[in-house]
């Protein structure tokens, strides 16, 4: 049909469509569900490999992450300029095998300059001559109008996609009024937005990505892992028919072993199930941050949401150094709070 499948390597296993999407199927289960991704016409699969933990672990042990990717069939990888040795230990593993994967990064660079020196960058790091999706990284809405704005990131953007060292332009938001904006520029193919069982604020604007044909992925699939059933967590997000691809942190071949069984499953989310993850609800309610920034401006000056992002890649995440790095950072720390 003109598109491209990109399947698991295991044998005997056979094709077949259901409700418009392409399955891989074995023996012993269906491994992966294919879509494509919005406007850029990517064929992905549903769940893609989130890059952020591939901080704790090293080459070696990335190698093993992207040798079960390819297994299993996931060929979506999202990383970014940020996430430390991510991007290098990426591109150490992914030589001479780069074409299986659709490679996606993102940078906080918010000017002219500073993209097109991050892209070089990340060019470098993945060891590729070209990356499939660049994204505009959480920018505020003053850094926003940057980007948009005479001599900002855009620019470089839009340079290097007809250099041909990008392929596609995307955007990744917090923000509800952020999100609702980027649908409506022509530029943006991709949005990037939490969405979980905790939060599902912008369920509606996701319906509106698939109407106008802009790739929606999923970030957050398990609340910064303050959702702790990875298993219902993924269940509950590929229920969704609007979403192209989610995308779990993952550093282990268990991890991706995992997450595929929980999102291969083809069941109608069951009472009981739809019971559990009410009760997450309760049990997280008002204790959990949604990074909404309700609560800014703090009158100190402290990032208040900012403290819970760096506590979560503290106590769920295990990137203690990262996330302490970081912090450190921070002109106004959580002590100053009164």
Not at 242 to 270: Q, R, T
Request: charged share 25%; with cysteine; aromatic share 10%.
């Amino acid at each position: 049909f003109g598109t491209t499948l990109f399947f698991s390597q295991r044998k005997g296993g056979r094709f077949f469509c259901q409700a418009g999407s392409f399955y891989e199927e074995s023996a012993e289960r269906v491994l992966m569900k294919y879509t494509t991704l919005g406007k850029t016409g990517l064929r992905v699969s549903v769940v893609g490999l989130g890059g952020i933990p591939i901080q704790r672990t090293d080459v070696e042990g990335t190698r093993k992450v992207i040798d079960a990717c390819i297994e299993t069939g996931i060929n979506y990888i999202d990383t970014a300029r940020g996430y430390t040795v991510s991007e290098e230990y990426l591109g150490a593993v992914l030589e001479g095998r780069r074409e299986k994967f659709v490679i996606a990064t993102k940078t906080m660079s918010r000017d002219y300059a500073g993209m097109k020196a991050d892209i070089e960058t990340s060019l470098r790091n993945l060891r590729t001559n070209y990356i499939d999706l660049y994204q505009i990284h959480n920018p505020s809405k003053a850094e926003f109008e940057q980007v948009l704005a005479e001599g900002g990131a855009l620019e470089g953007l839009m340079e290097a996609k007809e250099e041909g060292k990008i392929g596609h332009i995307g955007f990744t938001t917090h923000s509800l009024e952020l999100f609702e904006e980027a649908l409506e520029l022509d530029w943006v193919e991709t949005i990037m937005f939490p969405y979980n069982i905790v939060e599902n604020q912008g369920v509606e604007l996701i319906k509106k990505c698939k109407e106008k044909n802009i790739g929606f992925i999923v970030m957050k699939p398990l609340a910064g892992g303050a959702i702790e059933d990875g298993d219902l967590a993924l269940r509950f997000i590929c229920a969704n028919t609007d979403i192209s691809v989610v995308i779990p942190g993952m550093a282990s071949v268990e991890e991706v072993e995992k997450n595929i069984k929980a999102s291969a499953d083809p069941a109608p989310l069951s009472e009981e199930e739809l019971a559990k993850m009410e009760e997450v609800r309760k049990t997280l309610g008002n204790n959990f941050c949604r990074r909404c920034n309700y609560c800014a401006p703090c009158t100190k000056g402290i990032n208040i949401s900012g403290v819970f992002l760096m506590q979560g890649y503290l106590d769920r995440y295990g990137l203690e150094d990262w996330a302490r790095s970081r912090y450190d950072g921070f002109a106004v720390k959580a002590s100053a709070c009164i």
